[in-house]
């Protein structure tokens, strides 16, 4: 079974930094990695999205302030958020798309989520 757990989260003044990581247990083969978020009364939304090959997308609302990245031989994918807003504030959800080696089965993965809140 594949598990996703992230950390990081928290609270920090506007302007400042933060950065989630997000580890998947298991034998798996992992194609994009993503963060999303959750701001009370909204829907989920996407924040950044990485592929194995390493294209990048951003939600315009993070571009030239958030950062994702990833290490396959760890697979683990990161969110470095710098000058942040009260605005990002929300539940940020890992999530990944992985086969699972031993069954070969293909799925969405998502973490738990972690808090960030940021204070004006």
């Known amino acids: 079974q594949v598990q996703l757990v992230e950390s990081g989260g928290g609270l920090v003044q506007a302007g400042g930094s933060l950065r989630l990581s997000c580890v998947a247990s298991?034998?798996?083969?992992?194609?994009?990695m993503g963060w999303h978020r959750q701001a009370p009364g909204k829907q989920r939304e996407l924040v950044a999205v990485i592929t194995r090959g390493g294209i990048i997308n951003y939600a315009d609302s993070v571009k030239g302030r958030f950062t994702i990245s990833r290490e396959n031989a760890k697979n683990t994918v990161y969110l470095q958020m710098n000058s942040l807003k009260p605005e990002d504030t929300a539940v940020y959800y890992c999530?990944?798309?992985?086969?699972?080696?031993?069954?070969?089965?293909?799925?969405?993965?998502w973490g738990q989520g972690t808090q960030v809140t940021i204070s004006s």
């Open positions: 999530n990944m798309n992985a086969e699972n080696l031993w069954t070969l089965r293909t799925g969405d993965y």
């Open positions: 298991g034998t798996v083969f992992i194609a994009t």
